[in-house]
């Protein structure tokens, strides 16, 4: 049997779709699990009729690889990814590559890097954006690290990234955690999209008193000027949505938002270089104060544009 192009640890929702995506551009994937059962029912199911194969262990993982070897971890960020990372080594030889495509806080990435690069392994860290369906048809990738690496990856990185105008969405972004830094900005600026679109719907829900349909609308006719993109096309789509019951559904949603952290890595990182990212600083504090609001009391009367009568500007802020 041909040896595998890339072994692929972490069959949750991204690395599944990783795997049918590197699976679809023609390389040989290698899939394994911490819990192994995953390996064979992702085997029976999701990959059924495809080149991928499965291991049952890391010692038969490594074995099923061309070398240099291209390891690639989609864990959750933090313990598991040094744990797996201390696993390989020894199953390694120098010139082999580690690569982390979780959401990892980029100085452990530089710490990977200078831990693995002492030992003759080449570590990247990379971004990967796009959600699941990124994932399935094509993210967007932020590869940094060790730069020895980047001829071995790229064939397989630039061709299943997304592809814009026939330019793939994806490069050598920088050494060490530059990979992971520039995800972290990336999402942080997310987190400054996001806040300005919620601004924007509180203000039309809660002083203009549009109507959900309307709302729509106006996201609907942004999303053909300038503000073209994805979070104002979803947010259109999200404000029409309706339930089974066809009132709609967003009222229903419990009116909070919690936060995963690269919003705050990056005010952090802002705050550590001296950069006024003011913005994304806003929207980590929204966030915590969305948090907040779980405790408060909110009385029913003042909670609506339905209510009898318009608020006065302090209850609007007290809301
Ligand atoms: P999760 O972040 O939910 O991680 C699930 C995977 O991590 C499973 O393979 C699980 O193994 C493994 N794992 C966990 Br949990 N704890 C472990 C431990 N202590 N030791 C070893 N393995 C462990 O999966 P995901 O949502 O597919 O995301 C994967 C990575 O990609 C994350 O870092 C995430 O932040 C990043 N990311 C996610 C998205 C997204 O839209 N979801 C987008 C971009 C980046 P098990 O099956 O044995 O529990």
Same mark, same amino acid.
């Given at each position: +049997?041909? *040896?595998?192009?890339?072994?692929? &640890?972490?069959?949750?929702?991204?690395?599944?779709?990783?795997?049918?995506?590197?699976?679809?551009?023609?390389?040989?994937?290698?899939?394994?699990?911490?819990?192994?059962?995953?390996?064979?029912? /992702?085997?029976?199911?999701?990959?059924?009729?495809?080149? %991928?194969?499965?291991?049952?262990?890391?010692?038969?993982?490594?074995?099923?690889?061309? $070398?240099?070897?291209? %390891?690639? +971890?989609?864990?959750?960020?933090?313990?598991? %990814?040094?744990?797996? &990372?201390?696993?390989? =080594?020894?199953?390694?030889?120098?010139?082999? =590559?580690?690569?982390?495509?979780?959401?990892?806080?980029?100085?452990?990435? !530089?710490?990977?890097?200078?831990?693995?690069?002492?030992? @003759? =392994?080449?570590?990247?860290?990379?971004?990967?954006?796009?959600?699941?369906?990124?994932?399935?048809?094509?993210?967007?990738?932020?590869?940094?690290?060790?730069?020895?690496?980047?001829?071995? =990856? $790229?064939?397989?990185? *630039?061709?299943?990234?997304?592809? %814009?105008?026939?330019?793939?969405?994806?490069?050598?972004?920088?050494?060490?955690?530059?990979?992971?830094?520039?995800?972290?900005?990336?999402? @942080?600026?997310?987190?400054?999209?996001?806040?300005?679109?919620?601004?924007?719907?509180?203000?039309?829900?809660?002083?203009?008193? +549009?109507?959900?349909?309307? +709302? #729509?609308?106006?996201?609907?006719?942004?999303?053909?000027?300038?503000?073209?993109?994805?979070?104002?096309?979803?947010?259109?789509?999200?404000? $029409? /949505?309706?339930? !089974?019951?066809?009132?709609?559904?967003?009222?229903? &949603?419990?009116?909070?938002? @919690?936060?995963?952290? !690269?919003? $705050?890595?990056?005010?952090?990182?802002?705050?550590?270089?001296?950069?006024?990212? !003011?913005?994304?600083?806003?929207?980590?504090? #929204?966030?915590?104060?969305?948090?907040?609001?779980?405790?408060?009391?909110?009385?029913?009367?003042?909670?609506?544009?339905?209510?009898?009568?318009?608020?006065?500007?302090?209850?609007?802020?007290?809301?």
């Amino acid at each position: +049997m041909a *040896q595998a192009d890339i072994a692929l &640890i972490g069959l949750a929702v991204m690395g599944q779709n990783l795997v049918l995506n590197m699976n679809d551009h023609g390389f040989v994937v290698c899939a394994f699990n911490r819990t192994v059962s995953k390996v064979d029912s /992702f085997l029976a199911n999701e990959a059924k009729g495809t080149q %991928v194969v499965g291991a049952h262990s890391l010692q038969e993982m490594v074995s099923k690889l061309k $070398k240099p070897r291209r %390891v690639m +971890m989609l864990v959750k960020a933090g313990q598991a %990814v040094d744990d797996f &990372i201390n696993q390989l =080594i020894p199953l390694l030889e120098p010139g082999d =590559i580690i690569i982390d495509g979780g959401n990892s806080e980029y100085r452990d990435s !530089t710490r990977r890097c200078k831990d693995l690069k002492a030992r @003759g =392994i080449l570590f990247v860290g990379s971004g990967v954006s796009g959600g699941e369906d990124g994932a399935r048809y094509g993210p967007s990738l932020m590869p940094g690290g060790d730069p020895a690496a980047w001829p071995h =990856i $790229k064939p397989i990185f *630039q061709s299943i990234a997304a592809q %814009v105008e026939g330019e793939p969405c994806c490069d050598w972004v920088g050494e060490e955690g530059a990979g992971h830094f520039v995800k972290m900005v990336h999402n @942080g600026i997310e987190y400054g999209d996001m806040q300005l679109i919620c601004e924007a719907y509180h203000l039309m829900k809660d002083v203009l008193c +549009m109507e959900q349909d309307e +709302m #729509a609308k106006a996201f609907e006719d942004w999303n053909k000027t300038e503000l073209d993109s994805f979070l104002i096309e979803i947010t259109a789509d999200i404000l $029409k /949505f309706r339930d !089974t019951d066809s009132k709609h559904l967003l009222p229903k &949603i419990r009116d909070t938002a @919690g936060q995963k952290g !690269t919003g $705050k890595w990056t005010a952090i990182s802002a705050l550590e270089f001296g950069i006024p990212v !003011t913005l994304i600083g806003e929207a980590v504090f #929204a966030r915590c104060l969305s948090s907040l609001k779980e405790e408060r009391i909110v009385h029913p009367s003042t909670n609506s544009c339905h209510s009898s009568r318009r608020r006065t500007p302090s209850e609007l802020r007290t809301h």
